[in-house]
């Protein structure tokens, strides 16, 4: 058995493991801290930006930096669930069924175009990552303890896609918007192209993974045993609550929100707060962490009033004017 490590060298290796993946993933730094969040805390990514900013490139690099396989699917209008669950074969040479297992059983999973799938596809995937388990026949499935689902959509070419319901958003830990990348960065990008092109062509060799499951797992550990100040957690659940009920900081504002995040609200702020304070290397979570992390966590947990929506208010809206009312501890 590996003799466990250090906090500090703990903590070493994923700031290499992030400064590894910002010089193969130029210009979405914010993007890279997400997903390294998402590990941490043991949740799931809805990401969403236009086709061609490195989505894909993401988390296909950070399965070869650690212990992990990683398997892509591309959702279409034709999917169907066993092609993500698996399903029973039937071998004749046995006389038996045998169950064979689809992508869903690998540890790191890239749900590519996810609102291009119909309801029934989409509610397997989702049912997954709330239960960590599938279920075929008459037989139930347990996923792998390491288990991270990365979804993305696009905001353009709608026609023909199925918008995820409202209710089973909730399940995704954060939903993460990301942009196209600075003038310096978009230079980085055409240099790191033809460096990879003329790897290919050499075929060298993929990059060593430096971070083995047993050290995530104890990651998580310290994570959870970060100090947060009692009123830091109130100011936490204060957000929460006042995204249910904004009419005693703002009663215009409370009119503009239809539905306001669930306790899983809750508990994803904490756990990504903790995270991103355990990744700057302290051992305390600031206000600044739940204030930085909380757009993502809730803009895809509040939903406007049709009033809102007609007057262009979203989620990411919403979570900004809230995070502006609620005093800080």
């Known amino acids: 058995m590996d003799t466990p490590l250090a906090p500090s060298d703990l903590h070493a290796r994923f700031t290499a493991l992030r400064e590894a993946l910002a010089a193969a993933v130029v210009g979405q730094g914010a993007l890279i801290e997400r997903l390294l969040i998402a590990l941490l805390a043991d949740g799931h990514l809805l990401v969403e930006g236009a086709p061609g900013l490195a989505k894909t490139t993401a988390i296909k690099e950070l399965a070869t930096r650690i212990e992990a396989d990683f398997s892509r699917v591309q959702f279409t209008p034709d999917l169907l669930p066993a092609d993500l669950t698996g399903t029973d074969i039937w071998r004749a040479d046995a006389a038996r069924f045998e169950?064979?297992?689809?992508?869903?059983?690998?540890?790191?999973?890239?749900?590519?175009?996810?609102?291009?799938?119909?309801?029934?596809?989409?509610?397997?995937?989702?049912?997954?990552?709330?239960?960590?388990?599938?279920?075929?026949?008459?037989?139930?499935?347990?996923?792998?303890?390491?288990?991270?689902?990365?979804?993305?959509?696009?905001?353009?070419?709608?026609?023909?896609?199925?918008?995820?319901?409202?209710?089973?958003?909730?399940?995704?830990?954060?939903?993460?918007?990301?942009?196209?990348?600075?003038?310096?960065?978009?230079?980085?990008?055409?240099?790191?192209?033809?460096?990879?092109?003329?790897?290919?062509?050499?075929?060298?060799?993929?990059?060593?993974?430096?971070?083995?499951?047993?050290?995530?797992?104890?990651?998580?550990?310290?994570?959870?045993?970060?100090?947060?100040?009692?009123?830091?957690?109130?100011y936490l659940v204060e957000i929460v609550l006042a995204s249910r009920d904004a009419s005693r900081y703002d009663p215009a504002l409370a009119a503009k929100i239809a539905w306001g995040a669930s306790p899983r609200g809750s508990i994803a702020l904490e756990r990504c707060a903790r995270a991103r304070a355990w990744l700057a290397g302290r051992d305390y979570v600031t206000p600044e962490d739940v204030q930085a992390i909380a757009p993502d966590v809730l803009r895809h947990r509040l939903l406007p009033s049709y009033a809102a929506t007609a007057e262009g208010w979203d989620g990411d809206r919403l979570a900004r004017e809230l995070l502006a009312r609620v005093p800080l501890p």
Do not use: C, W
């Not at 990879?196 to 959870?224: I, N, Y």
């Open 99 to 234: 169950f064979q297992p689809g992508p869903l059983f690998h540890n790191l999973l890239l749900a590519d175009e996810v609102n291009r799938a119909p309801p029934k596809v989409q509610s397997a995937l989702l049912e997954a990552m709330g239960e960590r388990q599938i279920t075929v026949g008459r037989s139930t499935y347990p996923l792998p303890r390491l288990f991270l689902v990365m979804a993305t959509q696009n905001p353009i070419e709608q026609e023909g896609t199925y918008a995820l319901p409202e209710a089973q958003l909730d399940r995704f830990l954060m939903h993460v918007r990301v942009g196209y990348p600075d003038a310096g960065a978009e230079s980085e990008i055409l240099r790191l192209a033809r460096e990879r092109a003329r790897s290919e062509m050499t075929k060298a060799s993929p990059p060593l993974r430096t971070l083995g499951q047993q050290d995530l797992f104890a990651a998580r550990a310290q994570v959870l045993d970060l100090h947060l100040a009692p009123a830091l957690e109130r």
